[in-house]
């Protein structure tokens, strides 16, 4: 008997130990990719005018005001978002200090946990291989990388639901389920809601009672420990909403914060009836076409992925194996958000919490064709695909050159903004919406990165489908990866460029080096088209416009700063003593028709006037 343990334990020794092994590469890898895209892009462009620099305004007045309970904008109250974004932005600057990279860093992080949390979530399910090709088609995605330009939490909120899935399933596993995996569950769940309010709930909840309902299986949700995980749950995400109640009270005809947070930005806003209707809304077409475009160029597997769901009413009433009760959640994960915004508004960013959902089915499919033997269906599936993306590749790849081959060299001195066609603010449904202001002569200005773009194309998909054909997926699936990173790099490079447009720091900066005291810096429309100013200088800022959008609310409050001009009070304060500094985005807007108006300086289609001359 002694004789025989080395025998049995060794080889089971050395699996172990090449398993760890393997793990560890992985985990490295993927933080390769992550750094390459994410640490590369911290420093730079400047953060742009509207939710980026709001958001980092909000979290520099929290640090400011030392009030981590309710996040106040320009001196008003801004009560309409959850706290999470804000705390990870305010810690961020009180251990760096206040700058772009510190603003940025808390998602750069949050998007870091994200694709571990994946690899983590596919290893449970499809091995180390699945969880790690699950991680690289999150982490060198279009939509990933595009909703983490600017400060919004929705990826946070895809980090909560994978985290909570993989608490999930674990209990799925267990009998009965575990404390780590009903607690951790719940306080995943808490920390969604003070991400991204009650679609934190709402999300996890509908999403496991519609996976439980499948598999009728709902005797399960009794052993998931009820009590004690609602009382984590109550832990972790009651402490704040109760504060920002006690604190923002109803206040003479100015409802509390429970009406304006819950009832006008969650349910009004679900209904498209919140108060002020200040926002647009995708197509339902496009939105559910944007999924597939957020997870390119991985989700041209989608078919096959969705092959492996078991999608029979028997077959999800039988005996399900791991990796089916996997597939199946993931499906309805994705299904569950995607359905729940196609009833309401909706932007295109919406649908980013689905994103990870798909890529794990992607990545076990992956995990499957790699593994399966050669000439199997999967690998004919995947050679497909991959001359599908091939054919995708060689169009885009012909596009580029097209675009290249138009393009002109602008003239000596031009600013991009003035190489732009020029269109109305409505034209911009989608936040992207710029690309289609490009003219031949800014083109001229992004042909470095086009280059890139079209050889990454043409490269990264060819190779792709070779290896393929050659039965080497796993080097195929490296070869998107590697072509991910270039085209997102290029990207990156082209979004510095055009950066100018969408922010006002230049401006901010002039301003900040002649302000003195005394002076006063306007802004010629809504406070999110020039917020960069606020930021950028420390200096509270007027607003010339009627209340609206992010500051209606608090303005509304007795101790609001009175910053909303009229045309008149803003006349008289522009002939009065003091210095006036205008933002504007016209050169010669109608408010200072008539009056004295020097021009200080311009850039990205934006002006500082001022009625005072430059020193």
């Known amino acids: 008997m002694s004789q025989s343990v080395p025998a049995v334990s060794l080889p089971s020794s050395r699996l172990h130990s090449s398993v760890r092994a393997r793990t560890r590469i992985y985990v490295l890898l993927i933080a390769v990719v992550w750094a390459a895209i994410y640490v590369s892009s911290l420093f730079q462009p400047a953060l742009l005018d509207d939710a980026d620099s709001v958001h980092a305004e909000a979290a520099r007045e929290m640090l400011l ?60 399910v499809f091995g180390p291989e699945g969880g790690l090709y699950s991680a690289l088609a999150l982490g060198a995605c279009f939509g990933i990388y595009i909703y983490t330009r600017f400060q919004i939490p929705d990826v946070l909120v895809a980090l909560w639901l994978t985290l909570g899935f993989d608490f999930f399933l674990q209990g799925l596993e267990e009998s009965p389920p575990s404390r780590v995996a009903c607690w951790g569950l719940a306080a995943a769940t808490a920390l969604d809601v003070l991400t991204k309010g009650l679609i934190g709930l709402v999300f996890p909840g509908a999403i496991i009672l519609l996976y439980l309902l499948l598999t009728g299986n709902l005797r399960h949700l009794l052993r998931m420990r009820l009590l004690s995980s609602t009382v984590v749950f109550l832990a972790v995400a009651a402490p704040w909403h109760i504060l920002a109640a006690l604190r923002n009270p109803t206040q003479g005809h100015v409802r509390g914060f429970l009406w304006f947070y819950f009832v006008n930005e969650h349910f009004l806003r679900y209904l498209n009836e919140r108060v002020p209707r200040d926002y647009g809304t995708v197509p339902l077409a496009v939105f559910w076409v944007l999924l597939l475009l957020w997870l390119a160029p991985w989700s041209v597997f989608l078919p096959q992925a969705l092959r492996a769901v078991p999608l029979r009413w028997r077959a999800m009433r039988s005996q399900l194996s791991a990796r089916d009760r996997a597939n199946l959640l993931f499906l309805a994960w994705a299904l569950v958000i995607m359905l729940f915004f196609s009833f309401s508004t909706r932007q295109e960013y919406y649908n980013l919490p689905a994103v990870p959902a798909i890529a794990l089915l992607v990545g076990g499919w992956m995990e499957r064709e790699s593994a399966s033997a050669v000439g199997s269906r999967e690998r004919r599936a995947g050679r497909i695909s991959s001359l599908v993306l091939f054919v995708i590749g060689i169009a885009g790849f012909i596009a580029a050159m097209v675009m290249l081959r138009l393009s002109e060299t602008a003239p000596a001195g031009a600013e991009l903004a003035d190489l732009l066609h020029q269109r109305a603010a409505t034209s911009y449904v989608l936040s992207f919406g710029h690309i289609f202001d490009l003219t031949p002569q800014a083109l001229g200005v992004f042909r470095a990165p086009l280059l890139g773009v079209a050889l990454a194309l043409l490269l990264g998909t060819g190779l792709n489908w070779y290896l393929r054909r050659r039965d080497s997926p796993a080097r195929g699936n490296m070869a998107l990866a590697a072509m991910s990173v270039a085209l997102l790099l290029c990207v990156h490079s082209a979004f510095v460029t ?30 999110e088209q020039g917020s960069t100013l606020n930021f950028y200088t420390g200096i509270p800022v007027h607003i010339l416009h009627e209340r609206s959008a992010n500051l209606w609310y608090g303005s509304q409050f007795p101790d609001a700063p009175q910053v909303f001009e009229t045309n008149n009070s803003f006349k008289t304060l522009w002939q009065g003593p003091g210095r006036v500094f205008l933002w504007s985005e016209e050169q010669n807007p109608p408010q200072v028709e008539g009056l004295t108006v020097y021009q200080l300086a311009h850039s990205g289609g934006k002006y500082i006037l001022s009625n005072r001359a430059s020193p």
């Not at 932005?89 to 998602?107: D, I, N, T, Y």
């Not at 922010?503 to 406070?527: C, F, H, M, W």
């Open 65 to 124: 005001r030392h009030d981590w309970v309710t996040l106040y904008i320009d001196g008003i109250r801004y009560l309409e978002k959850a706290p999470l974004l804000y705390w990870g932005m305010a810690a961020s600057f009180k251990a760096f200090g206040v700058r772009e990279w510190s603003a940025r860093l808390p998602l750069a992080l949050g998007v870091l946990a994200l694709l571990l949390a994946t690899f983590r979530l596919g290893r449970r």
């Open 498 to 527: 055009f950066a100018p447009i969408l922010s006002s720091k230049k401006l901010a900066l002039v301003v900040e080096q002649q302000y003195r005291p005394g002076d006063t810096i306007v802004i010629n429309g809504e406070y």
